[in-house]
């Protein structure tokens, strides 16, 4: 094919480009529109539930479905949450708590799942951001609760047990951890300051390359790139994100010792949400210490089929060597053999809450 022509074709594919995203510009305006028109429905029903997680989970599910290619699964979801996450700002622009400051992990958690048109307001710690949802301060909070290297984040689990809120949703990111810092070379890092989780997961990492540098332990590790955006010895272990946000330079990048390091986060609020079909159900038990009551806790699970997909264990902080179960298992909880097996456990336990019933995270933790 001559050069000419390889011009003509180049320029007929643009042109078709043109065409194809006035079509999407249109189709977007039109689906603003009805979006709008939702608002003013609910609106006139006195309603407030602008935002209905199990909705978006069934919207997700069927971009899935007929998804062919060329582009990814993960990449039309990404686009689509987007869009659905504009036309909601829209509606009513939601305000979701996190653990801040800006740069961290659970910020890109909130991004994730709710799509970036929504206020995220950052707090200083875990408790904060359950105050928030509960004075309705904010719709939804979104707070990490297990790493895949490190384990639960105890705080979170803690603030569960007094708190009148609901899990809604779940969210897994894939964590890369970057070192981020003003010096030019390794051999000028004096300090090194992250979330304690964070520190731990580049252990061997740090050991390895910074061996003897002292190690600042600090709420989250955009708060750390925060505190040493402004020296010049000093380096955070944080997000790309943080990197931009503080302008601060990546020395080295993926320092965390396990390449698939993953955190959990959990979406709270006040929605009991609807079943989707394809759910988790998290529970706190409490039991009476008596021989075999873990086992007779258990059981029903296993003689229903459920899968049980998690379990954990804190001090209840009622008497010594007392403690409160975190229990996740498949399902909703207005499932059949879900329901009967809340039932037996309840029968057993001193104290049975359900913490929420909500959609599984969509998606790889790496999308």
């Given at each position: 094919?001559?050069?000419?022509?390889?011009?003509?074709?180049?320029?007929?594919?643009?042109?078709?480009?043109?065409?194809?995203?006035?079509?999407?510009?249109?189709?977007?305006?039109?689906?603003?529109?009805?979006?709008?028109?939702?608002?003013?429905?609910?609106?006139?029903?006195?309603?407030?539930?602008?935002?209905?997680?199990?909705?978006?989970?069934?919207?997700?599910?069927?971009?899935?479905?007929?998804?062919?290619?060329?582009?990814?699964?993960?990449?039309?979801?990404?686009?689509?949450?987007?869009?659905?996450?504009?036309?909601?700002?829209?509606?009513?622009?939601?305000?979701?708590?996190?653990?801040?400051?800006?740069?961290?992990?659970?910020?890109?958690?909130?991004?994730?799942?709710?799509?970036?048109?929504?206020?995220?307001?950052?707090?200083?710690?875990?408790?904060?951001?359950?105050?928030?949802?509960?004075?309705?301060?904010?719709?939804?909070?979104?707070?990490?609760?297990?790493?895949?290297?490190?384990?639960?984040?105890?705080?979170?689990?803690?603030?569960?047990?007094?708190?009148?809120?609901?899990?809604?949703?779940?969210?897994?990111?894939?964590?890369?951890?970057?070192?981020?810092?003003?010096?030019?070379?390794?051999?000028?890092?004096?300090?090194?300051?992250?979330?304690?989780?964070?520190?731990?997961?580049?252990?061997?990492?740090?050991?390895?390359?910074?061996?003897?540098?002292?190690?600042?332990?600090?709420?989250?590790?955009?708060?750390?790139?925060?505190?040493?955006?402004?020296?010049?010895?000093?380096?955070?272990?944080?997000?790309?994100?943080?990197?931009?946000?503080?302008?601060?330079?990546?020395?080295?990048?993926?320092?965390?010792?396990?390449?698939?390091?993953?955190?959990?986060?959990?979406?709270?609020?006040?929605?009991?949400?609807?079943?989707?079909?394809?759910?988790?159900?998290?529970?706190?038990?409490?039991?009476?210490?008596?021989?075999?009551?873990?086992?007779?806790?258990?059981?029903?699970?296993?003689?229903?089929?459920?899968?049980?997909?998690?379990?954990?264990?804190?001090?209840?902080?009622?008497?010594?060597?007392?403690?409160?179960?975190?229990?996740?298992?498949?399902?909703?909880?207005?499932?059949?053999?879900?329901?009967?097996?809340?039932?037996?456990?309840?029968?057993?336990?001193?104290?049975?809450?359900?913490?929420g019933s909500y959609p599984r995270a969509v998606g790889r933790a790496d999308d």
């Amino acid at each position: 094919m001559s050069s000419q022509s390889d011009d003509q074709a180049l320029a007929s594919a643009r042109r078709q480009i043109d065409e194809l995203d006035q079509r999407l510009q249109a189709l977007l305006a039109e689906r603003a529109e009805v979006a709008l028109n939702v608002a003013r429905i609910k609106q006139a029903q006195g309603r407030t539930d602008f935002y209905r997680p199990e909705r978006e989970a069934d919207v997700l599910k069927r971009v899935a479905e007929r998804n062919h290619g060329p582009l990814d699964d993960a990449a039309v979801m990404r686009i689509m949450r987007e869009i659905m996450s504009a036309c909601l700002a829209l509606e009513s622009p939601l305000q979701v708590a996190y653990l801040g400051p800006e740069g961290t992990y659970t910020q890109a958690a909130v991004y994730k799942h709710f799509g970036h048109a929504v206020n995220a307001i950052p707090r200083t710690a875990i408790d904060e951001i359950f105050r928030e949802v509960e004075a309705g301060n904010a719709q939804f909070g979104v707070v990490p609760v297990e790493n895949s290297t490190e384990g639960v984040v105890t705080h979170t689990l803690d603030q569960l047990v007094g708190s009148p809120l609901s899990i809604c949703g779940e969210v897994a990111l894939a964590v890369h951890h970057h070192l981020l810092s003003h010096a030019d070379q390794l051999a000028g890092i004096q300090r090194v300051v992250a979330h304690a989780q964070a520190l731990a997961q580049c252990r061997h990492w740090l050991d390895t390359n910074l061996p003897g540098v002292v190690r600042e332990a600090v709420s989250s590790n955009g708060e750390a790139a925060r505190r040493v955006a402004g020296e010049t010895h000093a380096a955070a272990i944080a997000a790309r994100a943080a990197s931009d946000f503080y302008h601060l330079p990546i020395v080295a990048s993926n320092i965390e010792d396990e390449p698939n390091n993953t955190t959990r986060f959990l979406v709270i609020g006040r929605q009991q949400v609807p079943s989707t079909g394809n759910d988790m159900t998290s529970l706190l038990v409490s039991i009476r210490n008596s021989p075999g009551m873990l086992y007779r806790l258990l059981a029903p699970a296993a003689d229903a089929g459920v899968d049980l997909t998690r379990i954990e264990s804190r001090p209840s902080r009622r008497q010594a060597w007392d403690y409160n179960f975190f229990i996740d298992i498949e399902g909703h909880a207005s499932d059949v053999p879900v329901r009967q097996v809340i039932d037996a456990i309840q029968r057993e336990a001193a104290l049975l809450k359900v913490l929420g019933s909500y959609p599984r995270a969509v998606g790889r933790a790496d999308d």
